[in-house]
C-alpha cells in the first residue's frame, strides 16, 4: 500500500485525539487500524483492548489484544478501570482508562477499534477528544465473502456476526464520517485525509492563543 507522508507536526502545543475506527466484523475497521497505526510518520499510538474472548491462531497476546479471564475482566470494571466495556458476541471487551488519559494530556494521539457501543461510553467521557469513523462493506455479500475468506471462525460463529452486522450497520448515523471500504488504499488514504483535517482543528490546539498573542506582540515592522 502507497502511503503518502505524514504533515510535518505544527510547533504549537494541542492536546491529543482519539480517532475511533468502528464496522461490522469484516467491514476492514482491524486492517485501516494497524495500518494507520503502523505508518510511522502519523505517530498513532494503537490502544491495545482487554478481551475474554478466546485467542484466535494468528493473534498475539499483548500485540492484538490482551486475553484475560472474565474474573480479570470484572475486576477491571469493578474498580472504574475502564474507558468504555461492551459485550460482543458473547465475549466482553474494553480499554484501560489511565494510559487512553495520560496520552492525550501529553499530546499523543491514539486510535481505537472498538464497536459502537464502546463508542459511546468513550464519546461520553472524553467529548471534544473524539473523532469517530464507521467502516461500511460494499454489499451485504462482500461482507460474508470476507468472513468466509477469513477462515478463522467456524460456520455457526460466521451466522452469528452476520446477524449481528444488521444491527451494527445501522448505528452509521452516530459517527463524524463514513467510510465505505470496496477499495483499501482508497479508504485508508480518506483516513489520513480524517486525521489531517482533525488534528488542526481549534478547539485541540492549546497553544494557539499563545502563538496568536506573541506574533501580534512583535513590532509592525524591522528595522
Given at each position: 500500500m502507497k502511503q503518502k507522508t505524514a504533515p510535518t507536526p505544527s510547533p504549537i502545543e494541542r492536546r491529543g485525539l482519539v480517532l475511533i475506527l468502528s464496522s461490522p466484523s469484516g467491514a476492514g475497521k482491524t486492517t485501516l487500524t494497524r495500518n494507520?497505526?503502523?505508518?510511522?510518520?502519523?505517530?498513532?499510538?494503537?490502544?491495545?483492548?482487554?478481551?475474554?474472548?478466546?485467542?484466535?491462531?494468528?493473534?498475539?497476546?499483548?500485540?492484538?489484544?490482551?486475553?484475560?479471564?472474565?474474573?480479570?475482566?470484572?475486576g477491571l470494571r469493578a474498580r472504574d478501570d475502564l474507558l468504555e466495556w461492551a459485550e460482543v458476541h458473547g465475549n466482553f471487551y474494553g480499554t484501560p482508562r489511565r494510559a487512553v488519559e495520560k496520552t492525550l494530556a501529553e499530546g499523543r494521539d491514539m486510535i481505537f477499534d472498538i464497536d459502537y457501543q464502546g463508542t459511546r461510553q468513550v464519546r461520553e467521557r472524553l467529548q471534544d477528544d473524539v473523532v469517530t469513523v464507521f467502516i461500511l462493506p460494499p454489499s451485504f455479500s462482500e461482507l460474508r465473502h470476507r468472513l468466509e475468506r477469513r477462515a478463522e471462525d467456524s460456520p455457526a460463529t460466521?451466522?452469528?456476526?452476520?446477524?449481528?452486522?444488521?444491527?451494527?450497520?445501522?448505528?452509521?448515523?452516530?459517527?463524524?464520517?463514513?467510510?465505505?471500504?470496496?477499495?483499501?488504499?482508497?479508504?485508508?488514504?480518506?483516513?489520513?485525509?480524517i486525521l489531517a483535517a482533525e488534528r488542526l482543528k481549534r478547539v485541540r490546539r492549546t497553544g494557539l492563543a499563545g502563538f496568536v498573542d506573541s506574533m501580534l506582540a512583535e513590532p509592525a515592522s524591522l528595522v
Open positions: 494507520i497505526a503502523n505508518a510511522g510518520g502519523w505517530r498513532l499510538e494503537l490502544s491495545i483492548s482487554v478481551t475474554t474472548r478466546e485467542r484466535r491462531p494468528s493473534e498475539i497476546d499483548g500485540r492484538h489484544y490482551h486475553f484475560i479471564d472474565r474474573e480479570a475482566f470484572e460466521i451466522e452469528k456476526r452476520l446477524a449481528n452486522a444488521r444491527n451494527e450497520m445501522q448505528r452509521w448515523v452516530e459517527y463524524d464520517y463514513v467510510i465505505v471500504n470496496d477499495d483499501l488504499d482508497e479508504s485508508f488514504r480518506a483516513l489520513e485525509s
